[in-house]
């Protein structure tokens, strides 16, 4: 019999997934790459042959590969440590944190609160005496879930960035277009308001993008209509799985083209009315922030032999375009300006330039209390290197992203961007 050993313990447990009854990957990397740690067993054939003599034969074993990962272990954990300062310090349903290279898709780290031990994957905490059966492993399965990939949730203002990119490239609107924010806008039988309920005002694109606009964007979404607001969605590659190597991804939750009135144009433009996983939502944005082309999130580099020799290396789809360089450019520029001048400066590290959208989507039923806050944000802002996103389920008092999420961004880059851009 077999046993893994897991010496991290909780160290990225749901990315890592485990063993069970000895040979059975569940969840993460042990599953799906199952048949490549598994090996494969040997076997001794005895038979009479021919002339009625005892023969056999043997099939030698061959023992599991390695799989070699692009999960950083110093950056898990520092991802990992501000998670659990911020459910100390404030307390959420849920929150993760998800790291990447926005150039090629490689992942660094993907933090979900709650961790369990992978040497105990079973064993639950608190008192279970009065549950049953099915209400345990109702728990366990929720415990061993990795959020970042398998659940989906309104992204709010940080779709902004989408809206934005689509906007440019079907030259629909400039950085430096004027728009009026009354505080609402009246669509339809609709009465939609901005997050700024007296109103922004008189304000520029660029600025409406700082100020993370609601009237702004929907006039965006406006200007490009149904088909034009498609066709680029289509571009982000936003309706499809993003072929992450890991299992169970989720596929994005959205309207039928066909069935999208101004009503639902006015609420996709900010972000609402549909959803979307945060691994694709991370994708696409490294798309239109990396200069212009896709990339496939994923965790696997290689095979590789006991002895650590390299075998076999992974290659995942990528680099098609999906905006062009000077929309890329535009849209750096102004997620840099959201933090260094806008809603995004609790996101902000001194010395570095970091780009950033902060969102705060309503949970629903609308109307019951229940908000996710996030912050989508890189760095640097020039030529970036690493890209991530803070989510926050059901954060405990204060629930705007730019309040709860972004300062969480401050903290892991305080750290993470000397360590990254050496």
């Known amino acids: 019999k077999y ?94 944190i998800l790291v990447m290279n926005p150039n090629n898709g490689e992942i660094y780290a993907m933090a979900c609160a709650p961790e369990f031990d992978l040497n105990s994957p079973f064993e639950i905490t608190g008192d279970t005496t009065s549950m049953t059966a099915k209400e345990k ?78 009237p702004v964007f929907m006039d965006v979404g406006s200007r490009l209509g149904v088909h034009n607001f498609f066709e680029e969605l289509n571009q982000f590659q936003l309706m499809k799985r993003t072929g992450i190597d890991l299992p169970g991804e989720a596929a994005t939750i959205f309207h039928k083209e066909d069935k999208v009135g101004a009503v639902e144009l006015a609420t996709i433009s900010f972000g609402q009315s549909f959803q979307i996983s945060p691994v ?61 001048e806008g809603t995004g400066k609790n996101a902000g590290v001194e010395g570095y330039e970091v780009g950033a959208k902060t969102g705060t989507s309503q949970k629903l039923p609308r109307g019951n209390g229940k908000y996710i806050a996030s912050t989508l944000a890189f760095a640097p802002v020039s030529k970036p290197e690493v890209i991530t996103l803070v989510r926050i389920d059901e954060p405990e008092g204060t629930y705007y992203g730019g309040t709860v999420a972004a300062p969480v961004v401050s903290q892991l880059y305080t750290n993470l961007l000397p360590y990254i851009l050496k």
């Open 3 to 96: 046993k893994r050993l897991y010496p991290n313990q909780s160290r990225a447990s749901q990315v890592i997934g485990f063993i069970s009854d000895g040979t059975i990957g569940t969840g993460g990397i042990e599953q799906y790459y199952n048949s490549t740690l598994s090996g494969v067993d040997g076997r001794k054939y005895k038979y009479l042959n021919e002339e009625l003599e005892q023969d056999s034969s043997i099939v030698e074993p061959e023992n599991g590969k390695t799989v070699v990962t692009t999960i950083d272990s110093n950056i898990q954990k520092l991802a990992e440590d501000q998670l659990s300062k911020f459910e100390k310090k404030y307390g959420s349903k849920g929150s993760s």
């Open 137 to 214: 492993q109702d728990l366990r399965n929720q415990m061993w879930r990795n959020p970042c990939v398998s659940d989906t949730y309104e992204p709010g203002s940080t779709f902004k960035v989408l809206t934005s990119a689509a906007g440019i490239e079907k030259k629909v609107v400039t950085m430096n277009d004027h728009f009026f924010c009354p505080g609402y806008r009246i669509v339809e039988d609709r009465r939609i308001r901005c997050h700024k309920t007296t109103g922004h005002g008189s304000e520029t694109f660029l600025q409406g993008i700082m100020n993370s606009c609601n």
């Open 280 to 340: 694709r939502l991370l994708a696409s944005c490294s798309a239109i922030i990396n200069g212009g082309t896709s990339v496939t999130p994923h965790v696997g580099v290689s095979t590789a032999r006991e002895d650590g020799s390299y075998m076999k290396k992974f290659t995942y789809p990528g680099g098609s375009r999906v905006v062009s360089k000077e929309t890329s450019d535009q849209i750096r520029e102004a997620l840099g300006k959201v933090v260094s």
